[in-house]
């Protein structure tokens, strides 16, 4: 079995306002949690969110295994994936804080590098792809 390669880590609050009516996190919530911990792994490579060229989400997946529930703090992991031409795959474990040995959701995301001004896939530059190995 292949291990993951853990590239970082985020504390997130549960927040009120991320329930629903049935008293717990929205499931749209937990995609959110994983853009947040993906967002703030990109910034801590000192790799700027702009410019001709960058990262689109092209697919998103979530499967959820607990309920999570106001109040609290999730920690979201993140591992890499699959680095292909032009994209690369990570993957997400959610857990809460104060239960670390609890899985409570996990989730994956590809990533296309594309660019902007031409609107198509372009190859993971050289430096990128250092980044991601």
Do not use: W
């Given at each position: 079995m292949e291990s993951k390669k853990l590239v970082h880590r985020s504390k997130v609050a549960i927040r009120w306002g991320d329930?629903?009516?049935?008293?717990?996190?929205?499931?749209?919530?937990?995609?959110?949690?994983?853009e947040q911990a993906r967002v703030a792994w990109m910034e801590s490579l000192n790799n700027p969110l702009g410019?001709?060229?960058?990262?689109?989400?092209?697919?998103?997946?979530?499967?959820?295994?607990?309920?999570?529930?106001?109040?609290g703090d999730v920690e979201v992991s993140c591992y890499m994936g699959v680095i292909g031409r032009s994209s690369f795959e990570?993957?997400?474990?959610?857990?809460?804080?104060?239960?670390?040995?609890?899985?409570?959701a996990e989730g994956s995301a590809k990533l296309v590098w594309i660019d902007f001004k031409m609107e198509k896939s372009v190859p993971l530059p050289d430096h990128v792809r250092a980044l991601l190995a």
């Open positions: 329930m629903d009516a049935l008293g717990h996190v929205n499931n749209t919530v937990y995609f959110r949690y994983m410019g001709a060229q960058g990262p689109v989400l092209v697919n998103a997946q979530c499967s959820f295994l607990r309920q999570l529930k106001y109040p990570m993957t997400y474990e959610i857990r809460r804080v104060d239960v670390p040995e609890v899985i409570f």
